[in-house]
T-cell receptor, first 112, second 113 residues
Framework: NAGVTQTPKFRVLKTGQSMTLLCAQDMNHEYMYWYRQDPGMGLRLIHYSVGEGTTAKGEVPDGYNVSRLKKQNFLLGLESAAPSQTSVYFC???????????FGPGTRLTVL | GENVEQHPSTLSVQEGDSAVIKCTYSDSASNYFPWYKQELGKGPQLIIDIRSNVGEKKDQRIAVTLNKTAKHFSLHITETQPEDSAVYFCAASTTGTASKLTFGTGTRLQVTL
């Protein structure tokens, strides 16, 4: 099992550009999450999904959109990137909600 | 919503000594408290968790204690080794389909030789 994978690993964007981050899991988990990690602020939840076709807002959803068309994939989109979205983004999945989340290796995004 | 505070932000111990990281939470409805370890350049990994019906849980050199009255839980690492050097995060949540983890701000543990 590859577990949770994230694509790409690194990305540099200019202000106003758009991009999509892909998260894939091969553990047949129902729940998937997108977090951002900033220095001194821990992990903050952006959006999450409790199953295929569902999405919900987390703590810091503004400026992001998500889709879960297939159970194994969870996409995070930035329509118009801003410097404040410079961060490390982590995807996680779990079989039963907040319990036992498995994290991907992260995507480091820089917005100039 | 839930608020989790974590202390200290950095901790340096000598190899073989013990390390203790403390967290407090605000929502009395929270009943699930995991600890994650994040090594440099990697995603966080669950190392131990505790639920509100248990006061203490141990797994080899790692233990977690929970005081629901004080809304306080702690991670204890005994006989520290260099490979314990990492950033540790505590978190809290209720349980249920819409429940979400709220993380502390992390503790950078450095184990020196």
């Amino acid at each position: 099992n590859a577990g949770v994978t994230q694509t790409p690993k690194f990305r540099v964007l200019k202000t106003g550009q758009s991009m999509t981050l892909l998260c894939a899991q091969d553990m047949n988990h129902e729940y998937m999450y997108w977090y951002r990690q900033d220095p001194g602020m821990g992990l903050r939840l952006i959006h999450y999904s409790v199953g295929e076709g569902t999405t919900a807002k987390g703590e810091v959803p503004d400026g992001y959109n998500v889709s879960r068309l297939k159970k194994q994939n969870f996409l995070l989109g930035l329509e118009s990137a801003a410097p404040s979205q410079t961060s490390v983004y982590f995807c996680a999945s779990s079989p039963r909600g907040p319990d036992t989340q498995y994290f991907g290796p992260g995507t480091r995004l820089t917005v100039l | 919503g839930e608020n989790v505070e974590q202390h200290p932000s950095t901790l340096s111990v000598q190899e073989g000594d013990s390390a203790v990281i403390k967290c407090t939470y605000s929502d009395s409805a929270s009943n699930y408290f995991p600890w994650y370890k994040q090594e440099l350049g990697k995603g966080p990994q669950l190392i131990i968790d505790i639920r509100s019906n248990v006061g203490e849980k141990k797994d080899q050199r790692i233990a977690v204690t929970l005081n629901k009255t004080a809304k306080h839980f702690s991670l204890h690492i005994t006989e520290t080794q260099p490979e314990d050097s990492a950033v540790y995060f505590c978190a809290a949540s209720t349980t249920g389909t819409a429940s979400k983890l709220t993380f502390g701000t992390g503790t950078r543990l450095q184990v020196t030789l």
